[in-house]
């Protein structure tokens, strides 16, 4: 399905060696702040973070609880109404809502796909 959108890394294109890295990198951080030993911030990851260029965000049980809190407003700004998801749902022929396919109808709505 998706063999010409792969592709591998030359010397010319070297996109597919930074995500991986970034991600590794995203992954020691993350153990590294909340697994058994803290460790202080790795070179790498802050060299990476300084350009400016990479992003990052990790889930807490605090934004968890805010989410909870903040649902209705998220709701109504995602316009997350039950007949829109529902008819969404039978346009793209699946039967029930899953985590993936919230992604995708949010994707939608900000493709302005969905009026």
Known sequence: MLEDELGFATRK????????????????RVDNEFGPV???IRKS????KDTGRFYFDYYVQQWFKQFSKDLPSLQKLYRL????????LLNHKRSKLRGED???YIIDLDAGKIK
């Open 13 to 28: 294109t070297v996109g597919i060696q930074v995500v991986d890295l970034f991600a590794k990198e995203i992954m020691k």
């Open 38 to 40: 803290k460790r202080p």
């Open 45 to 48: 990851f802050e060299v990476l």
């Open 81 to 88: 109404e039950p007949e829109r998801i529902t008819k969404w």
């Open 102 to 104: 919230l992604v995708n």
